[in-house]
């Protein structure tokens, strides 16, 4: 029996994680019971919301334990087959974590049709990025025609999304993202109308340059500084779908930047303005929508995207670390095995 | 022909408005042209929003000029009448400012039938803050039964009816007030089924004590030390309806609370909560719907209200300095003329 790898949470991280707050482990390859089936894994997705796992502090999710298998969103090849309705072969997506092999027993299992798109595509464009860019900017932000989105992160796998999207429904796109490479692709590729380079100095007056008309959805993966660059362009009745805050997810303390929360509870007030958190599964019921508009999109050409691919999952604990700093382009995805 | 008084910005303040930012003028009586009518002010409401109109800082209203009459909601007596459809002795909600007497060409002018309900009521239960409870309650605060709704300034014109509206609506109302006597009322007299004393010593603590399963709305009147004893206490998927910051609107600068803005945005995310700034005047449409609705509970003794009535208008300034320290008990109004 072939021998299978694991990745397992070592050590609570104190800040920035360490490659000691992860731990390699071979595992015997599971055999399935009744009612299992066993599965390999080809892709496991890396994203932002693992640093919160990671942790203890109360999220809307419980931490993976110490000694606990990484979460992690995967597509996988189904090996043997003790339940109906798969067969060897066939390739599933799933949650089976940061591991070479899983036993399942179909619950959270989708069957993945390889002629449709790309089975990577399933942990990004047309998974659970994808979704989030959907559902957040078209539930929350519901931009019009003529209005301005402003999206941070905007090379990676949700921001691309949303800006691609907003300009779908006739509003102006600006980004926000890490350097000029990634800005010069949110324009040049993705077709935003604008992208600014927080890390290019003065983002508050470039950002108020690249919004002439103000900002009516801002859609939030990042936190920090960023917002508060953005936070005094909203206009009136601007939306702020909160989705992620990568700045502070490896802060030991939370950060006390020059935005007073007395200011920001008052601009509420005053600008009418609308925050509000939300993960991906508050709108499941939108998954069908999503997957026919997305995909379409993607066939028509409407949508691009991009991935960056890590090879072997024992670089999967360096990837994440460097997702947390924005060393990405494009959507992190660790090749497990062909 | 008579005299007229009316009470004009002398100043802006700096921090808590003190007399000399008012002065009393007195005025001639004006003489209605032809589509005026000449109006006597009865009563005149008074509301923490004009400390706001009295600064030039950004808001969602043009601030009131230097040496200008200071604006306010009023219900007045037709004296004389050029204009189709109002006759002497009719009795008209306008907002006429803080003036004795005022021309009007029907613009913004409501007929009152005295027989329906006493005439200050258009100022306060039955008025902008009765429709400014219903509307901020109902359509953002979402109240659903056997959820737990807290209202700051829970005596008040506005926190009154949120928390009774909230009953109605099978919720858990829980108000904050300031002092046991208005705690007693709120419970007692208006059937909270709590209510905190902001001055009574470990805020934190006694409102977690009255909200045993968390807080699902909270309709947001103060800020400050109130909101960041709220804030612990919200549950996921919780609403925040922000109707006023009435604790920072003396504020010099913004004052720097215990709560960072990191610390709001994350809870924001990982509690997917909602906050939603609102004006009144956003929910206009629903002024039928409020109409029907409050005039029904207030016939049938489930909505109760309280006046606190201060006489002549050359004591509008202290009493507005009043209630911005929280010195009124219930509905705020100067009795002009009788």
């Not at 015997?28 to 080809?42: F, H, K, N, S, V």
């Not at 591991?99 to 179909?106: I, M, N």
């Not at 000029?180 to 935003?192: A, I, N």
Request: proline residues 6%; glycine residues 12%; hydrophobic residues 40%.
């Amino acid at each position: 029996m072939a021998a299978g790898t694991r990745i397992v949470l070592a050590a609570r991280p104190v800040g920035e994680p360490k490659d000691s707050d992860f731990r390699i482990e071979t595992m015997p390859e599971p055999a399935p019971g009744p009612g299992q089936m066993l599965l390999r894994t080809l892709w496991l997705s890396l994203d932002p919301y693992m640093r919160g796992r990671m942790s203890d502090a109360p999220s809307y999710a419980k931490p993976v334990e110490i000694g606990q298998t990484m979460e992690g969103r995967t597509v996988s090849e189904v090996v043997q087959s003790n339940l109906d309705g798969y067969k060897p072969g066939d390739v599933v997506f799933g949650a089976n974590g940061w591991q070479t092999h899983a036993l399942s027993d179909g619950k959270g299992v989708r069957k993945l049709d390889p002629s449709l798109a790309p089975l990577s595509t399933a942990l990004g464009v047309l998974g659970m990025p994808g979704m989030t860019a959907y559902t957040g900017l078209l539930e929350i932000g519901q931009p019009k025609e003529g209005e301005t989105v402003v999206v941070s992160a905007a090379s990676g796998a949700v921001g691309s999304v949303v800006g691609q999207i907003a300009k779908i429904k006739g509003a102006r796109a600006v980004g926000i993202a890490g350097g000029p490479d990634k800005c010069r692709y949110v324009t040049d590729e993705l077709g935003f109308d604008a992208c600014v380079d927080h890390r290019g100095g003065d983002l508050p007056g470039r950002l108020k340059a690249a919004c002439p008309n103000g900002i009516d959805v801002y859609f939030e993966n990042v936190g920090g500084a960023v917002f508060e660059a953005v936070f005094p362009l909203l206009n009136n009745f601007a939306r702020v779908p909160v989705c992620g805050q990568i700045a502070t997810y490896n802060a030991v303390e939370m950060p006390d930047g020059a935005l007073r929360t007395s200011a920001l509870t008052r601009a509420i007030l005053t600008k009418r303005l609308t925050l509000r958190g939300f993960i991906v599964t508050d709108f499941a019921a939108r998954h069908g929508d999503f997957l026919r508009d997305v995909s379409a999109w993607l066939r028509e050409g409407r949508v691009k995207y991009r991935e960056d691919t890590v090879d072997g999952i024992e670089n999967a604990p360096q990837a994440l670390i460097g997702l947390l700093r924005g060393k990405n382009f494009g959507k992190l995805i660790v090749r497990v095995a062909t």
